[in-house]
């Protein structure tokens, strides 16, 4: 997805710097603790542990941080556009 933004901000005419890194899972420990928190938070029943832990994200979240120069322009875009 960042890869599509980034082609538009070029597009713009925009020199984007990215950098790219991961961090581990923030809101829980073990996947135990993780469901008991995605459960709480949907209000739902221990009875849709089985599901939630389907659909929970369990690899370290992958990132993006972009950057530009905003010296040619309001907010950074060139003044033709």
Request: proline share 7%.
């Amino acid at each position: 997805m960042a890869d599509h933004l980034i082609a538009v901000l070029k597009a713009l005419g925009l020199q984007v710097q990215l950098e790219r890194f991961s961090r581990p899972l923030a809101w829980a420990d073990d996947a135990a603790n993780r469901v008991a928190l995605a459960r709480r938070r949907l209000c739902v029943g221990p009875e849709r542990d089985t599901e939630i832990a389907r659909v929970l994200p369990t690899a370290p979240r992958r990132l993006v941080t972009l950057w530009w120069d905003a010296g040619g322009g309001a907010h950074g875009v060139p003044p033709d556009i």
